[in-house]
């Protein structure tokens, strides 16, 4: 057994492994000339049957593409490491590709536990969803009702935050937060001390009437399910999402622990902008928008359940699925309710420092794709997993690209996109 943190039981894998040759790069995203001699080149490859799925490898053909495409992405955007997971009719495509540590050049493995960011807000907004399947809260019931306190409190409803349209402020954006984040990134924070940093700054819209990702609307939904439950966040999410789904793996910490095996964590959101290693950041400040940990092999499981309703009601699941298309955002591009649609890949993407997250399904090709990469670091303005993620759909789904804008991936807007728990790097001021 594996040293485990936190809530649920670890088990082992037992993954098979080959070697593969890098071949040459490929792509629409690759520019020649454009890769990092300094990007490690150590690949781990676990294409083929994995612990949680009896399918057979992808065709080599595909599988060699897929390996050049994901490792020329790497190197342009200098992601160290990154894990891959494709599931379905087609075969399966598991694998780890660079480095886990840049000081000791230890390879990236896939089962390594990983930071999941906003990805968290999923499990967070299906836990509300059960609570309106069992009678106990109403989408369009107000925020007030639930958790008092909130400016124009009787006017925002449960759908509209989870939909991302309450026109509250996103605490990450506030000055004090930064402040306090980055005096002591290892600092826990509390639910309540968020909302303080929220609450303070002006609404951006009025109630209904517009659209911006805020980590605050996921943080009062964390709120409802505590309050209307009577468990726990983390507890709610462990007996009655992971357990269910024997999401073994799948962990909602109360601390910086973070469960071996795993690798470093990069980011360049710092008090200085220099690279440090976030590894032990405290994800507290994330929480119900983005504290949770998992491992690929768990999230081969959740990204098809999120995107087909596994634990609600069909009709619960209809109207998750119901999207408003975001400011900045292609047409292809609808965000529902802690649940977004790109281009036909339903779920989630995630980020906080030194970790980014994709997992999302393709119900027309029943298929599953989850990235996990450790680092943060934006690639001219943008996100790499969603470079990867880009790169790997133009190969396995060319008619249903991963796209967050309509010239690529979309800008990162850190703190405020899609990828939603970035904390922002500050701005100096006079």
């Known amino acids: 057994m594996r040293n485990q943190t936190g809530t649920g039981t670890v088990r082992c894998r037992a993954l098979r492994h080959r070697g593969l040759v890098a071949a040459a790069a490929v792509g629409l995203l ?14 781990t490859s676990t294409t083929g049957t994995t612990s949680a799925g009896e399918a057979a490898a992808m065709d080599s053909a595909v599988a060699e593409r897929l390996d050049s495409a994901i490792e020329a992405a790497m190197a342009q955007a200098s992601v160290p490491g990154a894990i891959v997971g494709i599931w379905g009719p087609d075969g399966n495509y598991v694998e780890a590709h660079g480095v886990a540590d840049k000081a000791t050049g230890a390879p990236m493995q896939a089962d390594f536990f990983s930071r999941i960011g906003s990805v ?38 449960i759908r509209q935050l989870a939909r991302m349209q309450s026109g509250l402020a996103n605490y990450t954006v506030s000055e004090q937060f930064q402040q306090a984040f980055f005096a002591d990134p290892s600092a826990p924070f509390t639910p309540q001390q968020l909302l303080g940093y929220a609450f303070a700054l002006p ?58 095996p795993h690798a470093q ?124 993620a880009t790169a790997i759909t133009q190969i396995i789904s060319p008619d249903h690209v991963y796209r967050l804008s309509d010239s690529g ?19 100096p001021t006079s």
């Not at 399947?133 to 909130?150: A, F, H, Q, R, T």
């Not at 690929?296 to 998750?320: C, F, M, S, V």
Request: negative net charge; proline residues 9%; hydrophobic residues 35%.
């Open 30 to 43: 690759v520019a020649a000339g454009c890769a990092d001699d300094s990007t490690p080149d150590s690949t």
């Open 120 to 157: 968290t807000k999923t499990f967070t907004v299906t836990g509300v969803l059960q609570l309106v399947d069992e009678g106990k809260v109403g989408l369009d019931d107000p925020i007030s009702k639930y958790v008092p306190g909130v400016p124009d409190g009787d006017r925002i409803t």
């Open 203 to 260: 609404p951006t819209f009025p109630p209904g009437e517009g659209f911006e990702y805020s980590n605050t609307n996921t943080t009062l939904l964390g709120l409802v399910v505590e309050n209307v439950s009577g468990m726990t966040l983390p507890d709610y999410v462990h007996d009655k999402i992971a357990v269910p789904l024997q999401l073994d793996d799948t962990i909602f910490p109360t601390t910086n622990a973070f469960p071996e």
């Open 265 to 388: 964590g990069y980011t360049n959101q710092t008090a200085d902008g220099q690279e440090a290693a976030a590894t032990d950041w405290n994800p507290s400040w994330g929480w119900a928008a983005g504290a949770m940990i998992s491992t690929l092999d768990d999230l081969r499981i959740w990204g098809p359940a999120l995107a087909t309703g596994t634990l609600l009601e069909p009709a619960t699941q209809e109207q998750r699925l119901e999207t408003v298309t975001a400011p900045g955002h292609p047409a292809g591009v609808g965000y529902g309710l802690g649940i977004f649609d790109v281009n036909g890949w339903i779920g989630h993407n995630g980020s906080l420092p030194g970790y980014q997250t994709v997992v999302v399904y393709l119900p027309e090709q029943e298929t599953t794709l989850a990235i996990m990469i450790n680092t943060d670091e934006a690639y001219e303005g943008s996100e790499p997993s969603t470079l990867l």
């Open 409 to 427: 991936p979309m800008p990162g807007q850190t703190g405020t996109s899609t990828s939603g728990t970035s904390v922002p790097t500050p701005t």
